[in-house]
């Protein structure tokens, strides 16, 4: 049965983009899709953050 994850970066407790990298790693895992919640309340870095650590680079 798949398994999706989901997940929210809260400034309040990921603070650092090795800190969100390490815990989308990690989590991502535990599922075969990853989803983000309430991104609309992030601000132009941890957008940033999320693309450099979901979005895989084409071949």
Do not use: Q
Not at 18 to 46: P, S
Request: net charge negative.
């Amino acid at each position: 049965m798949p398994v999706d994850v989901g997940v929210t970066l809260d400034p309040d407790v990921i603070g650092s983009e090795d800190e969100w990298r390490t815990f989308v790693a990690e989590v991502g895992e535990l599922g075969e899709e990853l989803h983000v919640y309430n991104h609309a309340l992030m601000g132009e870095a941890h957008l940033d953050w999320l693309n450099a650590a979901v979005v895989k680079p084409e071949n």
